[in-house]
T-cell receptor, first 113, second 113 residues
Framework: GNSVTQMEGPVTLSEEAFLTINCTYT??????LFWYVQYPGEGLQLLLK?????DKGSNKGFEATYRKETTSFHLEKGSVQVSDSAVYFC????????????FGQGTELSVKP | NAGVTQTPKFRILKIGQSMTLQCTQD?????MYWYRQDPGMGLKLIYY???????DKGEVPNGYNVSRSTTEDFPLRLELAAPSQTSVYFC????????????FGQGTRLTVV
């Protein structure tokens, strides 16, 4: 079945450092890929998405590129801020899967001033 | 526009008690979902629905029941609560199409003692 694997957390960075959170997936067909962010005490909200191979999703300085050849969707940001501290989830939705959204285990990011 | 609304936000149950977690959405979405979030474990799909009158099991349905009598509402019923059901529960909804995003409620923190 479809699945998503994310790098283990927590990740601790200093402000203005470069961020990469790895995400790989297993899926039949050509799924859509998503990154969601969860700030403390809140629900999940969409950060960015890509719906076909080689698409790049971007939002708030974050980027991720849909790489079909490596089945990856790594999240990057060039310069993190304290306000980026949150839990980040990679997710996919595949065709013919009843609309199910499959999540990775989440990666907690802590940014220190 | 309220989006996805969950009630209650917090609840403490005794072992063996029952309760219903309420979820309603005002976006006329066909798809609705219930997830549970355990620390370090990501989100696990409990049940989902692709439209009124249609529900299906996710990864972890045991101990739960759902119904979908209207497009707007998707309540989750816990019968005979157990400590293993201590978790944070999230309801979500989305439009049809596997390239559309899901919108999440704020969550219900449930403790079974």
């Amino acid at each position: 079945g479809n699945s998503v694997t994310q790098m283990e957390g927590p990740v601790t960075l200093s402000e203005e450092a470069f961020l990469t959170i790895n995400c790989t997936y297993t899926a039949t067909g050509y799924p859509s890929l998503f990154w969601y962010v969860q700030y403390p005490g809140e629900g999940l909200q969409l950060l960015l998405k890509a719906t076909k191979a080689d698409d790049k999703g971007s939002n708030k300085g974050f980027e991720a590129t849909y790489r079909k050849e490596t089945t990856s969707f790594h999240l990057e940001k060039g310069s993190v801020q304290v306000s980026d501290s949150a839990v980040y989830f990679c997710a996919l939705r595949g065709p013919n899967q009843g609309g199910k959204l499959i999540f990775g285990q989440g990666t907690e990011l802590s940014v220190k001033p | 526009n309220a989006g996805v609304t969950q009630t209650p936000k917090f609840r403490i149950l005794k072992i063996g008690q029952s309760m219903t977690l309420q979820c309603t959405q005002d976006m006329n979405h066909n798809y609705m979902y219930w997830y549970r979030q355990d620390p370090g474990m990501g989100l696990k799909l409990i049940y989902y629905s692709v439209g009124a009158g249609i529900t299906d099991k996710g990864e972890v349905p045991n101990g739960y029941n759902v119904s979908r009598s209207t497009t707007e509402d998707f309540p989750l019923r816990l019968e005979l609560a157990a400590p293993s059901q201590t978790s944070v529960y999230f309801c979500a909804s989305s439009d049809r199409g596997f390239n559309t995003e899901a919108f999440f409620g704020q969550g219900t923190r449930l403790t079974v003692v």
